[in-house]
């Protein structure tokens, strides 16, 4: 149930996900540094003052998030059930970079759907959202060979110089270390030198997942 003690406690989860205070947040955003401060939560009598719904979506794009991420910090006990429903009893799923681009393997936020997994058991901990790509061919050379396998999770913060996977909205995917990612701008640096670095606005970006292990 979406109640003013949710939203509020929201914008805080966001601002610590993105490894920042509400009032940072709320300057990152382009926003007055005080405007989720708590003294800002209420009225002078006492009434619940909710965060307009411009903030809102200045701090989603902001921090790059979603506004599902933010839905689910609203309602957590909806997205761990979400989870809980991706939970596997061995393995996780496994799929080839060019089976990725297909579509139809994932939702809107990255994570597993659909049928055609394969699973594969892999000596790495893992979380009930995690899964597995299979890297085909020489691109993320010298760094990735073909058949090495990347765990990701899609429901992990992202920062500069972390390693990614990403899919583009025309079906693209590919693995590269973040640049930056800011203002509707993200900026990824090629594995491979031979390969060039790429540049998209966000809204040419299905999804960005970080690599958290690597069958190297």
Sequence with gaps: MLSHER???????LAERYSLSASGLAKKAGLDSTAFNKSKRQSVDGRPRWPSTESLAKIIEATNSSLEEFLGFVEPSRAAG???????TA???LLGFAQAGAGGFFDDA???????????????????SSYALQVQGDSMLPLYRDGDVLIVEPG?????????????????????????????????????PEHPNRRFVTGE???VARIVWASQ
């Design 7 to 13: 939203v509020w406690a929201a914008i805080d989860a």
């Design 82 to 88: 979400k989870a809980k429903a991706r939970q596997r």
């Design 91 to 93: 393995g996780v799923p």
């Design 110 to 128: 990255g994570f597993p759907a659909g049928q055609g997994w394969d699973l594969v058991e892999l000596p790495a901990r893992t979380s009930d």
């Design 156 to 192: 992990a913060a992202v920062r500069k110089g972390d390693r990614v996977v990403v899919k583009t909205t025309s079906g693209e995917v590919m693995a590269k270390v973040l640049e930056r990612q800011a203002q509707g701008i993200i900026e990824l640096i090629s594995l491979n």
């Design 205 to 207: 970006v299905e999804w």
